[in-house]
């Protein structure tokens, strides 16, 4: 049985995620992170958005797309080197994703449509810019929260936070206080939003 073009897509994302060098421990094996990465925001937004368009789950898989290939000490330790670095990334991610669903047979309307999802277009204002947006960080508070919470100050961890907040939607601060999380991280969570 020939397999449908959302499966194929996936599959050649994930391929091009596998080839990450950097890993991460899952269990006993080491697995390309920015593979584990995709798998997330896609099992996230099944949760949290199981009605979810073909263009939004393609554009959540595809978020982090051979994102090693830019990385961030190529840009300056700053706040607009950060930015630019940020700019960079989306359009790279936007190109490789659109090259992707080019080969697994997508048509220039769904193409141009993750694209535009991808470079988080109109947040706030399209409703899967937002939601996009809003699996970005619960996957972000989900897995990532508690290392970044160990590397950084007090301060810096509650200034991401609450631009983390600011970014999301009602429905996504509703999702993130559900997630479980250590006493300090949740702790830190209530004086970022308070």
């Known amino acids: 049985m ?15 995620n596998a080839e990450d060098p950097n890993k991460e421990q899952i ?3 080491f697995v390309a992170k920015e593979l584990i990465y995709g798998k997330r925001m896609t099992d996230t937004l099944a949760n949290f958005e199981p009605n ?14 051979c994102r090693w290939k830019i990385p961030r000490g190529n840009y300056p330790l700053d706040r607009i080197g950060y930015l630019k670095w940020r700019e960079e990334l989306k359009k790279f991610h936007a190109k490789k994703a659109s090259e992707i ?19 988080k277009k ?31 100050t007090d301060e810096k961890v509650i200034d991401i936070l609450q631009k983390t907040w600011h970014k999301m939607s009602d429905k ?6 559900q997630l479980s999380y250590s006493e300090k991280a949740l702790e830190l969570i209530k004086k970022a939003i308070s």
Do not use: W
Request: negative net charge.
């Open 2 to 16: 020939p397999i449908d073009k959302l499966t194929q897509a996936y599959n050649l994302i994930d391929q091009a």
């Open 27 to 29: 269990g006993n094996e």
């Open 122 to 152: 109109k947040l706030k204002k399209d409703e899967d810019t937002q939601t996009l947006e809003d699996v970005i960080c619960l996957v972000f508070l989900n897995f990532y929260y508690p290392e970044f919470l160990i590397k950084h």
């Open 52 to 65: 979810a368009s073909e263009c939004l789950k393609l554009a959540a898989r595809s978020q982090h797309i």
């Open 101 to 119: 669903l080019e080969t697994a047979g997508y048509s220039s309307e769904i193409i141009d449509r993750v694209a535009f999802l991808i470079q």
């Open 172 to 177: 996504g601060h509703q999702m993130a206080l």
